[in-house]
């Protein structure tokens, strides 16, 4: 129900937008976020965005760097990533929350995208 695109291949200091869309159901009052998995670890916390986009939260190792933005009409979350790093290559997964706040725990999501794969080159 949840469909993540706008991966690529990009050269370290470049720019990627993803997007997350909706279908068969509105996620507009719940909270989501984005997580990543790089080969042979684990599932990472990225950003969250509360219901309606007033409280937003970031690891720490993409503070600054990265934006997560939501838009209710369109049932679209997105990821806005600048200055990117050869340590951000993962596969980036959007993620529905339980409830209407952010978090940082993928415990608390229960609808999952199935990941856009993002490679960033030195």
């Known amino acids: 129900q949840l469909q993540a695109s706008g991966g690529g ?54 503070m600054g760097r990265f934006t997560i933005s939501r838009d209710k009409a369109l049932n679209r979350v997105y990821l806005q990533m600048n200055s990117l790093r050869p340590e951000d290559t993962a596969v980036y997964y959007c993620a529905a929350a339980r409830g209407a706040t952010t978090s940082t725990a993928a415990k608390e999501y229960n609808y999952w995208g199935q990941g856009t794969q993002v490679t960033v080159s030195s």
């Open 9 to 62: 291949l990009v050269q370290a200091g470049g720019s990627l937008r993803l997007s997350c869309a909706a279908s068969a159901r509105t996620f507009g009052n719940n909270g989501m976020g984005w997580f990543r998995q790089a080969p042979g670890k684990e599932r990472q916390f990225v950003a969250t965005i509360a219901w309606n986009g007033g409280r937003r939260y970031y690891a720490d190792s993409v």
